[in-house]
């Protein structure tokens, strides 16, 4: 059983640029949490989804960010008009059922010059 | 809002020597996680602990959960210079993980 993959696995972005990050949860799993890791610091909970339902985001910023997980293909967290701030390593998780252990991916390294 | 909190965020400890890694929270819960984290690497679960008074062990890592102080221990034995990471731990509530800051541990030869 393949773990979480994300894609891709480093992204450099210009500034006011797009960004879209994709993750395909385990085989099963269909809850899946996007997380973000600022450099030295932890990671933060940026959105909760399960299959075509935005369960709560209240970690995403309000602009820029949108997240989405449809029915069939993988997820996608969405980074509008990219700016330095939003470098980070964002981690994706799933989970079979709403509850933990969530299983995190490699991560995607965005880089905004 | 549950905060979760590590002390300390760094230690270099020199290799056989004991140390112990502490989380508090801020709210109650029952579901207390320890992951460790290599440079530039993703997440790797070592330990789940879902009710007071659990203990796990894997090596030379113990963690431990206090429900009531709301409080975890990671505690390290006789380190080898393999152990050195940063380890999180995190806290189940409100559908979704809360992260502690990190602490960073460097084992000195």
């Known amino acids: 059983n393949a773990g979480v993959m994300q894609n891709p696995r480093h992204l450099v972005r210009r500034r006011g640029q797009e960004a879209r990050l994709r993750c395909s949860p385990m085989k099963g799993h269909s809850h899946v949490y996007w997380y973000r890791q600022l450099p030295e610091e932890g990671l933060k909970f940026m959105v909760y989804l399960q299959k075509e339902n935005i369960i709560d985001e209240s970690g995403m910023p309000k602009e820029r960010f949108s997240a989405e997980f449809p029915k069939e293909g993988p997820s996608i967290l969405r980074i509008q008009q990219v700016v330095r701030g939003d470098s980070a390593a964002y981690f994706c998780a799933s989970s079979p059922v709403a509850r933990p252990p969530q299983y995190f991916g490699p991560g995607t390294r965005l880089t905004v010059t | 809002e549950l905060k979760v909190e590590q002390n300390p965020l760094f230690l270099s400890m020199q290799e056989g020597k004991n140390y112990t890694i502490y989380c508090n929270y801020s709210t109650t819960s029952d579901r207390l996680y320890w992951y460790r984290q290599d440079p530039g690497k993703s997440l790797e679960s070592l330990f789940v602990?879902?009710?007071?008074?659990a203990v796990k062990q894997e090596g030379r890592l113990m963690a431990s959960l206090d429900t009531k102080a709301r409080l975890s221990t990671l505690h390290i034995t006789a380190a080898v210079h393999d152990l050195s990471a940063t380890y999180f731990c995190a806290v189940f509530g409100n559908e979704k993980l809360t992260f502690g800051t990190g602490t960073r541990l460097t084992i000195i030869p």
């Open positions: 602990l879902l009710s007071n008074g």
